[in-house]
């Protein structure tokens, strides 16, 4: 019930007209032209956008002193607040109904620039944004994409689980779950490049953590052909951006402990998920990463997948970076990497990115 609940309140909500005001200020509506969506979002017919995949952001610049949202949630999340490039809060978002939320207020004149970004995953909440409240004699305006664009396939890594986590022992909340301090986020940053994740954590190339079976229903092969992450069943067209690199990080779940697939069965579904990034974007280049803890039955499997992709052009498998992260110094939640261990993962990337991309590097991690 929960995966169809969220559409059905979408198309129920009733914001039907293009502006609306609100004591000093008018309310945009979130399909309006000046606002820019990066991940894989969906429009409704009452100008309402929702979205569930980790990392989706919003962006649009504006004029006069402050900015609100009109937002709903059927669950949880979190979002990150940027105005002008500077992180300024991160807010729980809760809630079904569409309620106001002040992103950002006494900014001073001139135009400003909002980023709100969600950094936690899509099976803790699906959003649905109404609309921006504006000063009344406030312009908006576009933000340009950015002249680079990587998608990431992956699993809790990619989505930041645990990253503001305090140490290895601490158990997951999802008020510490980050994907902005998450290796694809800093890639992203350091590159300059806009990004979208779809990740979802426990989730493997053909088997999730801990199931019982081999090939798990719901794992990423099957997700990443989805609109939503969890809030929905509607097959994604893959027409709202085309990335320059794509990123594979799926292999940890996988081999989690009993129930090991096969080589056949996950490598097979590898070269065959490869395939299907290159059908949608067409010759892109895509990078394969062995996780940093790859256990010895992954790293088999890795071996086996160079030679399955031996023949494939501009793929690529990323050097190994085993034993980069410190259970004393770079893990959060449950031992997964927090931001230093996210940082070194995405140190250890970069330069092989400048090579395969021809993208200059520079001495900005952040």
Request: charged share 20%; hydrophobic share 35%; proline share 3%.
């Amino acid at each position: 019930m929960r995966r169809t609940a969220c559409i059905i309140a979408l198309c129920c909500a009733c914001f039907t007209t293009t502006l609306a005001k609100s004591g000093n200020q008018k309310l945009i509506k979130a399909t309006d032209s000046n606002i820019l969506y990066t991940g894989r979002t969906a429009q409704q017919a009452d100008g309402s956008v929702s979205y569930d995949w980790v990392g989706t952001y919003v962006q649009t610049r504006f004029t006069g002193n402050s900015i609100a949202v009109n937002i709903s949630e059927i669950d949880t999340s979190y979002h990150n607040i940027f105005i002008d490039n500077r992180l300024i809060d991160k807010i729980k978002v809760s809630g079904r109904e569409p309620h106001k939320v002040v992103l950002a207020e006494n900014l001073g004149k001139g135009t400003h620039t909002l980023r709100l970004q969600k950094c936690t995953e899509g099976e803790y909440g699906c959003t649905t944004i109404h609309g921006f409240y504006v000063d009344k004699g406030a312009q908006l305006s576009p933000v340009a994409r950015k002249s680079r664009m990587i998608e990431i396939i992956g699993d809790s890594y990619t989505c930041g689980y645990g990253t503001e986590g305090k140490k290895a022992t601490e158990r997951f909340k999802l008020s510490t779950e980050n994907c902005n301090k998450a290796y694809g986020c800093i890639i992203a940053r350091y590159f300059d490049a806009d990004y979208a994740l779809v990740a979802h954590s426990g989730r493997g190339m053909v088997r999730n953590y801990g199931d019982s079976v081999r090939v798990s229903k719901a794992n990423m092969s099957d997700r990443y052909g989805l609109l939503f992450d969890t809030h929905g069943t509607q097959a994604y067209d893959f027409k709202a951006y085309h990335p320059d690199l794509v990123i594979i990080n799926l292999g940890t779940n996988d081999f989690s402990p009993i129930a090991i697939p096969s080589s056949a069965q996950y490598v097979g579904a590898y070269v065959k998920l490869i395939k299907r990034v290159k059908t949608n974007y067409g010759d892109v280049p895509v990078l394969c990463i062995l996780p940093h803890s790859a256990n010895i039955y992954l790293q088999a499997n890795f071996r086996e997948l160079k030679t399955a992709i031996a023949n494939l052009q501009k793929v690529y498998l990323a050097a190994p970076m085993l034993n980069i992260v410190s259970e004393e110094f770079d893990t959060g939640s449950d031992w997964h990497p927090n931001y230093q261990g996210q940082q070194k993962i995405a140190m250890t990337l970069i330069p092989q990115i400048s090579m395969i991309m021809g993208w200059q590097l520079n001495t900005d991690i952040q």
